[in-house]
């Protein structure tokens, strides 16, 4: 929330970002132990001086429901509503019941089991929040600028001033920063203009009382920064060309009406509204009324044109040049973009594509975006960066570049790479805005009529990339993440997979040489086959042999047993594993469980009644935690009610079950899976022949199977399942020390091949 927006000043430092300063603050030091709350700027509670940890944004997302509501019920359908829109999650409920148990708990420790609440109440099927009076700061803010103005209207301006100054002390940045879901960014658009509007009102009394007799915040210096921030505001326009005028600058007041004039019609399509039009008139006769007024005279803000362009907006006037029109400096010309890959291979009808779409964004009528989405290690960002370079010539206006960090356990701030792009482009570190809002709206503005291309790299979700995409046709955007769900306006998604054999041999080649790597087809072919096609690992292992010239392909494929092969694909600080371990680290408890159990059952793909099985749950549980892996970029979509690993990932998922869960654990789950696969034989077997005896193996099983419709959708099961069986019993060969017989081998369907299907290091693709 931009409360100290305009001022011209630096924000204070803190020594603690948990502890505020200020006694009028929500998180003040209070030895007696009150609640307080803070929602303008990062939602956080204190009781007394000691922070209290609100937990997730989901969870301090409800929080701030309740707060604002002010003890009016919110029900539970209106919370799921508040964080997930149209799109709730399978267990939203229960979900919010235990973010309200686990508030309950942190706001009265001290209440016994079964006490009733004090503070967090049940009420008619919801909950509301009845904090102690003043205990929440948007109130106090909203009730000290209701009283700001009754003071303004019986004539006290000066206590009115010395009310709003106290009013705009009280933010601590943007309002439910950081918060997800509608509700949360319905209040903080609220919020923040409530807080422009008072700051609005602030210059407004300063300059009644007599301009730059007031304190430095209310100074021509602070009303031009104002104003820049917020260019299609007209009151303010309309209070800086006044301010100016008073100050004898009658040249620059009028630039600044020629200024916000063309801001307006080249945002708006249309012209300044009555009351600016007036003051212009006043302004452009010389001893004019508001050249004679005194203080207080002519206040702009009441007049027909009040209320129009009140809310934060793009521009990109500041202040005019005394005795001339406004004439825009010209802009920087960042060249962000990383180097190219100078070893890229293969991709190309990927890349022609995007290059395409890309080159077409002069001719459109909105900016062009794409995503990029799949596993980690997929090349993502090579392509993304090849396909830039490509098409640099398209953007003479600059390409920006950054790394959002999405995989990392601290994403960037959309809001502090706001002001890296904004820095780039020559906006000075005192003009940078406070608030996202306004940070947005200004570089929108700067690059609106150019033609400048952006690359968001390894981006964390929709939320953190929306406030970094143009406004304007002309621009471009390539986005680059492991999430499957950036729903961006109009983009374009592309899916990176693998890389197939040729091209795969050919990124070998590019980096180890074309002659070593053709002196060793064979050991070549299987070399990028047990990396799985995926880029990175490639990478890594012709690194490994580029710089062990004494080694033969032949070597370093001995050296990937599928034990070891983590370990090994791996030099100086890359790592196939360390590049998992981001994705699987961002996960919850529950899908990081599902993640690891999944693969216990190593099966080369795997239905929702599999994933069931596997995970001891229903089979709408189980694909709601696997459709949510898919999201991830952990695991692959194959087809209708078919998911698989990439063997690397199935490698890594299942080193991490051996260290997570115990053996008993792990064999329980195998147990499982082969109880499902031998249901279904069972069924299959009934299906084929419905009078014939199953054998002894496929009687009594432990869960029920896969449904199959009819006898030929058996024999197709049993077909395309054939290497499926082998892996489920030989998992749980390797977890009893019991003989189990193949279920197949003496089934009615017959036997289908005289032993196991050859291995492959690919035998998942």
């Known amino acids: 929330m931009a409360g100290r927006q305009g001022q011209g000043s630096e924000p204070a430092v803190h020594s603690d970002a948990n502890e505020p300063l200020g006694a009028d603050r929500a998180g003040s030091p209070d030895r007696a132990g009150r609640l307080r709350f803070q929602v303008l700027g990062p939602v956080r509670a204190w009781r007394g001086d000691r922070p209290l940890p609100l937990g997730p944004p989901q969870q301090r997302a409800v929080l701030a429901m309740l707060l604002l509501h002010a003890g009016r019920p919110v029900s539970v359908p209106q919370l799921v509503d508040a964080l997930w829109d149209e799109r709730p999650p399978p267990r939203a409920v229960g979900t919010v019941r235990t973010y309200i148990s686990r508030l309950r708990g942190l706001l009265e420790p001290e209440r016994a089991p079964r006490q009733h609440a004090q503070l967090l109440l049940s009420s008619g099927g919801g909950y509301a929040l009845r904090p102690p009076g003043e205990a929440l700061d948007a109130a106090r803010f909203e009730e000290r600028l209701a009283t700001a103005r009754r003071l303004r209207r019986a004539g006290d301006t000066a206590g009115a ?290 033609r400048v291309l952006v690359l968001l790299d390894n981006a964390r979700d929709s939320a953190q990339v929306r406030p970094l995409l143009p406004g304007a046709p002309g621009c471009a955007v390539l986005v680059t993440g492991r999430t499957r769900t950036l729903a961006l306006p109009g983009a374009g998604r592309v899916d990176v997979e693998v890389l197939d054999e040729a091209e795969a041999l050919a990124l070998l080649g590019a980096i180890v040489g074309a002659e070593r790597a053709a002196a060793e087809p064979e050991a070549a072919r299987e070399l990028v086959a047990v990396c799985g096609g995926l880029p990175l690992a490639v990478r890594i292992a012709a690194a490994r042999l580029a710089s062990r010239p004494g080694w033969t392909l032949a070597d370093l494929v001995a050296r990937l047993s599928e034990r070891r092969r983590l370990d090994e694909l791996r030099v100086g600080d890359l790592g196939v594993e360390a590049t998992f371990r981001a994705g699987y680290e961002a996960l919850g408890p529950g899908l990081a469980h599902a993640f690891r159990a999944l693969a216990l059952g190593s099966l080369p793909t795997f239905c929702r009644a599999a994933a069931a099985a596997l995970l001891d749950t229903t089979d709408d549980a189980a694909e709601a935690a696997v459709e949510a892996l898919v999201d991830a970029g952990l695991v692959e979509a194959h087809g209708e009610d078919r998911y698989r690993y990439h063997d690397l990932v199935g490698l890594f998922a299942r080193r991490l079950g051996e260290r997570h869960e115990s053996p008993a654990e792990r064999a329980a789950a195998q147990h499982r899976c082969f109880d499902h696969v031998r249901a279904t034989v069972l069924t299959a077997a009934r299906l084929i022949r419905p009078h014939g005896a199953p054998p002894d193996l496929l009687r009594r099983p432990g869960r029920p199977g896969r449904a199959l419709a009819d006898a030929d959708a058996a024999r197709e099961w049993l077909h395309t399942a054939h290497p499926r069986l082998y892996a489920a019993v030989e998992r749980v060969l390797d977890a009893t020390p019991a003989c189990w017989a193949p279920p197949w081998t003496s089934s009615p369907h017959g036997r289908m091949r005289s032993g196991p299907p050859r291995a492959t290091a690919r035998s998942n693709r």
């Open 161 to 450: 001033y010395e009310q709003l100054r106290g009013v705009l002390a009280l933010p601590e940045g943007v309002a439910l920063a950081g918060l997800p879901g509608p509700y949360a960014q319905r209040q903080r658009d609220r919020l923040t203009e409530l807080c422009v509007t008072a700051q609005e009102e602030l210059f407004d009394c300063g300059l009644e009382l007599g301009g730059q007799a007031g304190p430095p915040g209310d100074s021509i210096a602070g009303l031009r920064a104002f104003a820049a921030e917020h260019p299609l505001r007209e009151r303010i326009q309309a209070l800086l060309m006044l301010a100016l005028h008073r100050a004898g600058r009658r040249a620059e007041a009028l630039g600044v009406y020629a200024a916000t004039r063309r801001t307006l019609d080249a945002e708006l399509g249309t012209g300044p509204g009555a009351e600016l039009r007036a003051l212009y008139g006043e302004l452009r006769e010389e001893g004019g009324s508001y050249g004679r007024a005194g203080p207080g005279t002519g206040r702009p803000g009441t007049g027909p044109g009040a209320g129009r362009g009140t809310g934060p907006g793009p521009g990109r006037a500041s202040g005019p040049t005394p005795n001339a029109p406004q004439i825009a400096p010209p802009l920087p010309v960042p060249a962000q973009l990383p180097p190219d890959i100078a070893d890229f291979t293969g991709r190309t009808a990927a890349v022609a594509d995007l290059a395409s779409a890309l080159r077409g964004a002069a001719g459109g009528r909105a900016p062009v975006v794409a995503t990029l989405s799949g596993l980690g290690g997929v090349g993502k960002t090579a392509l993304a960066l090849h396909v830039a370079h490509s098409v640099r010539a398209c953007f003479p206006d600059g390409q920006l570049y950054v790394d959002l960090q999405g995989t990392g356990r601290a994403p960037a701030d959309s809001g502090a790479v706001l002001t890296h792009f904004l820095r780039a482009l020559g906006v000075a570190a005192s003009a940078v805005p406070d608030g996202l809002e306004q940070k947005s709206a200004l570089y929108r503005s700067l690059i609106a009529d150019r």
